[in-house]
């Protein structure tokens, strides 16, 4: 298969002042209350949609509010109230995990910084990075499927992983990366679909390397 050629430095910069003026104050889809809810919100929608964790979440908050009480959980009592999310046994687990570290490790108060994040069950780099980008708006990226996805049909990436994506984002983008971000996310999740991609009149077009290819 043929490697995509890669955008240059003015059609990156194109490619960004596109994003930031389509979605300038874009923010995630997932409903949360603070910081704890929001960590538990990213954690399950982890290859799960944001509709469907907004559907779960308000059970789950109204019975486990906080760290301590989601800490001394029945493992099969969180298991009911995510059953219908994605590999929700892991998760179960991971949730129980991580709320007993919270409380041994930081007092009951999730940490809020993004090497501290990772230590926790169930947090990788681009939860962590999310709970980041979008409780303090850090300049960082995260890579989902759809900011993958995206990347790759622009020429702003030809990583094999999502780690590797999100370092090529980071160096051709360098600011505003939170914006960005969610921007990748909410274009690649309503227009630059996996499957039959909005590309009629896409302002994106010009810039895109695989247009061509979902052309009827």
Excluded: W
Excluded at 182 to 196: D, E, I, S
Aim: proline share 3%; glycine share 4%; net charge neutral.
């Amino acid at each position: 298969m043929a490697r995509i050629k890669q955008a240059t430095k003015e059609e990156i910069e194109a490619i960004r002042d596109q994003f930031l003026e389509h979605y300038p104050d874009s923010i995630t889809e997932l409903n949360y209350r603070n910081l704890y809810e929001l960590l538990i919100s990213v954690m399950l929608s982890a290859q799960c949609t944001d509709k469907r964790v907004n559907l779960i979440t308000p059970a789950l908050f109204e019975a486990y509010p906080d760290p301590i009480s989601l800490a001394h959980a029945d493992l099969e009592d969180i298991k009911s109230y995510i059953k219908t999310c994605s590999f929700f046994n892991n998760k179960a687990k991971n949730l129980i995990k991580m709320a007993q570290s919270v409380v041994e490790n930081y007092g009951g108060n999730i940490p809020l910084n993004q090497k501290e994040l990772v230590t926790l069950a169930g947090v990788g780099q681009k939860t962590a990075n999310v709970v980041m980008i979008e409780y303090t708006q850090a300049n960082l990226m995260a890579v989902d499927t759809h900011v993958y996805r995206v990347a790759h049909r622009l020429g702003l990436c030809n990583a094999s992983t999502a780690v590797k994506c999100e370092e090529q984002l980071t160096k051709k983008f360098k600011t505003d990366l939170h914006r960005l971000h969610q921007a990748m996310v909410l274009f690649g999740r309503y227009h630059c679909k996996a499957l039959k991609p909005e590309c009629e009149g896409c302002y994106m077009a010009p810039y895109c390397r695989t247009s061509e290819t979902f052309k009827v």
